[in-house]
T-cell receptor, first 114, second 115 residues
Framework: KNQVEQSPQSLIILEGKNCTLQ??????????LRWYKQDTGRGPVSLTI?????NTKSNGRYTATLDADTKQSSLHITASQLSDSASYIC?????????????FGRGTSLIVHP | GAGVSQSPSNKVTEKGKDVELRCDPI?????LYWYRQSLGQGLEFLIY????????KSGLPSDRFSAERTGGSVSTLTIQRTQQEDSAVYLC?????????????FGPGTRLTVT
């Protein structure tokens, strides 16, 4: 069964600090992995996307890594800001019958305190 | 606006009633997805439309759930004889193509509460 596990479930950090969120997956065959940011009451917004051949992808203060061998990904947030408070969701897409059905992790809830 | 819109934003219904949730995707996007997000859970895939192809309904939890996409644009998710366990946020997303690299753009969701 395709699964995406994220850790930690929740995280509280002080403004300006860095943090790293983890994602392990068992989706096969693998197509790509995305990290989404979901603000409260809003739909998720894509931060990064990586295929199996990509190890690192950055988007501003967000840097995602992917190890396709160990099926692990991380999202590193540098110099956190209050606006980073959100749920961060790891999404892995496989290939099924020609379509791409993603598997979502439960997300990591990040709270940035001033 | 140019984003994905959903209506209503909130819906409270009594157990046993039918509900319809609407999604207006980004113009020109051929792929459309419906998801369900329960409290403390990850997004659960429900159904996927791609152009004129037959939809992928593999995620629908029961035959009480159905969805249509008319004219390749607006989609309606219908839940018949609602149950309390149907309470969740229902999210719609669209993407330019069906390819796995095509980013999905999400709407704000419809929060459904079944009393």
């Amino acid at each position: 069964k395709n699964q995406v596990e994220q850790s930690p479930q929740s995280l509280i950090i002080l403004e300006g600090k860095n943090c790293t969120l983890q994602c392990n997956y068992t989706v096969s065959p693998f197509s790509n992995l995305r990290w989404y940011k979901q603000d409260t009451g809003r739909g998720p917004v894509s931060l990064t996307i990586m295929t199996f051949s990509e190890n690192t992808k950055s988007n501003g203060r967000y840097t995602a890594t992917l190890d396709a061998d160990t099926k692990q990904s991380s999202l590193h947030i540098t110099a956190s800001q209050l606006s980073d408070s959100a749920s961060y969701i790891c999404v892995v897409s496989g290939a099924s019958g020609g379509s791409y059905i993603p598997t979502f992790g439960r997300g990591t809830s990040l709270i940035v305190h001033p | 606006g140019a984003g994905v819109s959903q209506s209503p934003s909130n819906k409270v219904t009594e157990k046993g009633k039918d509900v319809e949730l609407r999604c207006d995707p980004i113009s020109g996007h051929t792929a459309l997805y419906w998801y369900r997000q329960s409290l403390g859970q990850g997004l659960e895939f429900l159904i996927y439309f791609q152009g004129n192809s037959a939809p992928d309904k593999s995620g629908l939890p029961s035959d009480r759930f159905s969805a249509e996409r008319t004219g390749g644009s607006v989609s309606t998710l219908t839940i018949q004889r609602t149950q309390q366990e149907d309470s969740a946020v229902y999210l719609c997303a669209s993407s330019a193509t069906s390819g796995g690299r095509s980013e999905q753009y999400f709407g704000p969701g419809t929060r459904l509460t079944v009393t």
